[in-house]
């Protein structure tokens, strides 16, 4: 069967296209191409912005060497409209709100699973694969997305927000596999990345301080750091929009702290944060899930377990569904509960799905109202 496969110029996509080739696949690679510096940085008519700050024509004769030592095709598509309309400007925009958006969980909704796919049916693919670290599975009788063997690195955090009618035509060769099992087998197949290093962080960033970078779309905007614990203004913050809940570095505050960022007013401009004896404000224990995707069907109450950030552990959680989308529910409180990121919910190791944290709550009232009352 034909299957086209997303190339990366890493080590996790090469194996998984030449797993798919040992498993009798007719396979063809694809190289997407999300992001150009020079034409974005133009937009701003900035011309210091142009630098090179992507690895991505690196990445492209990496994937070219891989499928010359495959024997294998390879297509190179363009994405950067998309990937600007659909993934930047909505990263940017939940950034003007206050609030921390995850764009790779967009990315995978709007590009790699999406139009990506909607590019393949165009030129004869059925099938599609990846190299993320998830499984396909089955749960009563309908395919669904599972988590990885290798816990440590499972991405299934970051497909909750893909179309569920695109599960069936979606293959993870790596589901089974370690880590370790990966380099392994790029290394006794001679392939040109099995040491290069796992790419970390945002594309659009790359190796520039991530504060730096926002502030040429979100100009800085100084304003009060304030204590909650003791209602003093503690120092200055660069801009409301470049903190998130539960930090601790980065804050530029002398005196004995530490201190951490439990909450903002974007309106106001202020920066609420509180001391180490006082970090039950960080402490949540409900909170209101919107633009909620479910890959699979579910009753209207569950008991699931949750990820409310990508790093954490498992939370037991009761999923309700309510009027204006639902509800996460957590009596054992969960520190740094943000809104803007993605809670993801999990039956076992099948993923639910999973949607934007709009509001936290503890004991029955919005967390932030009462951070703002106590501030003043």
Same mark, same amino acid.
């Given at each position: 069967?034909?299957?086209?496969?997303?190339? &990366?110029?890493? =080590?996790? &996509?090469?194996?998984?296209?030449?797993?798919?080739?040992?498993?009798?696949?007719?396979?063809?690679?694809?190289?997407?191409?999300?992001?150009?510096?020079?034409?974005?940085?133009?937009?701003?008519?900035?011309? %210091?912005?142009?630098?090179?700050?992507? %690895?991505?024509?690196?990445?492209?004769?990496?994937?070219?060497?891989?499928?010359?030592?495959?024997?294998?095709?390879?297509?190179? =598509?363009?994405?950067?409209?998309?990937?600007?309309?659909?993934?930047?400007?909505?990263?940017?925009?939940?950034?003007?709100?206050?609030?921390?958006?995850?764009?790779?969980?967009?990315?995978?909704?709007?590009?790699?699973?999406?139009?990506?796919?909607?590019?393949?049916?165009?030129?004869?693919?059925?099938?599609?694969?990846? @190299?993320?670290?998830?499984?396909? &599975?089955?749960?009563?009788?309908?395919?669904?997305?599972?988590?990885?063997?290798?816990?440590?690195?499972?991405?299934?955090?970051?497909?909750?927000?893909?179309?569920?009618?695109?599960?069936?035509?979606?293959?993870?060769?790596?589901?089974?596999?370690?880590?370790?099992? =990966?380099?392994?087998?790029? &290394?006794?197949?001679?392939?040109?990345?099995?040491?290069?290093?796992?790419?970390?962080?945002?594309?659009?960033?790359?190796?520039?301080?991530?504060?730096?970078?926002?502030?040429?779309?979100?100009?800085?905007?100084?304003?009060? #750091?304030?204590?909650?614990?003791?209602?003093? %203004?503690?120092?200055?913050?660069?801009?409301?929009?470049?903190?998130? #809940?539960?930090?601790?570095? @980065?804050?530029?505050?002398?005196?004995?702290?530490?201190?951490?960022?439990?909450?903002?007013? =974007?309106?106001?401009?202020?920066?609420?944060? %509180?001391?180490?004896?006082?970090?039950?404000?960080?402490?949540?224990?409900?909170?209101?899930?919107?633009?909620?995707?479910?890959?699979?069907?579910?009753?209207?109450?569950?008991?699931?377990?949750?990820?409310?950030?990508?790093?954490?552990?498992?939370?037991?959680?009761?999923?309700?569904?309510?009027?204006?989308?639902?509800?996460?529910?957590?009596?054992?409180?969960?520190?740094?509960?943000?809104?803007?990121?993605?809670?993801?919910?999990?039956? @076992?190791?099948?993923?639910?799905?999973?949607?934007?944290?709009?509001?936290?709550?503890?004991?029955?009232?919005?967390?932030?109202?009462?951070?703002?009352?106590?501030?003043?």
């Amino acid at each position: 069967m034909k299957i086209m496969v997303g190339l &990366s110029g890493g =080590v996790d &996509s090469a194996v998984a296209a030449w797993l798919l080739k040992q498993q009798g696949y007719d396979v063809t690679c694809a190289f997407m191409r999300n992001w150009d510096s020079a034409a974005n940085d133009d937009i701003l008519g900035n011309p %210091t912005l142009n630098e090179e700050i992507c %690895t991505q024509e690196q990445d492209y004769n990496d994937a070219a060497e891989v499928c010359r030592i495959l024997g294998l095709p390879l297509l190179r =598509v363009d994405f950067i409209e998309e990937y600007w309309n659909d993934v930047f400007l909505t990263f940017l925009e939940e950034y003007r709100r206050g609030r921390t958006p995850n764009p790779d969980i967009l990315c995978n909704k709007h590009i790699k699973f999406s139009r990506f796919i909607e590019f393949g049916r165009r030129n004869g693919f059925e099938l599609f694969a990846t @190299g993320h670290y998830a499984s396909i &599975s089955e749960y009563n009788g309908q395919p669904t997305i599972a988590r990885a063997a290798d816990t440590g690195k499972d991405q299934t955090y970051f497909l909750a927000q893909i179309d569920r009618n695109i599960i069936k035509d979606i293959r993870f060769p790596l589901g089974d596999l370690k880590k370790q099992d =990966v380099r392994r087998i790029a &290394s006794e197949i001679g392939l040109n990345v099995a040491g290069k290093k796992d790419s970390t962080g945002i594309c659009f960033i790359g190796e520039r301080d991530f504060r730096a970078f926002l502030s040429n779309y979100l100009p800085m905007k100084p304003g009060k #750091i304030i204590n909650i614990a003791n209602h003093k %203004t503690e120092g200055e913050h660069k801009g409301v929009l470049y903190y998130t #809940i539960g930090q601790r570095k @980065g804050l530029d505050i002398g005196g004995t702290g530490p201190y951490y960022v439990i909450g903002k007013d =974007v309106e106001k401009n202020e920066l609420y944060v %509180t001391d180490e004896a006082n970090q039950h404000w960080l402490y949540s224990d409900a909170c209101r899930i919107t633009d909620m995707n479910l890959l699979m069907d579910i009753p209207d109450r569950i008991s699931c377990t949750a990820k409310f950030r990508y790093r954490q552990p498992d939370q037991e959680t009761e999923l309700i569904r309510t009027e204006d989308g639902y509800r996460a529910v957590y009596p054992q409180t969960v520190r740094s509960v943000t809104p803007g990121q993605e809670a993801v919910f999990y039956l @076992g190791e099948h993923l639910i799905g999973g949607g934007v944290i709009d509001a936290v709550y503890r004991n029955g009232e919005d967390l932030m109202e009462q951070i703002r009352r106590n501030a003043e």
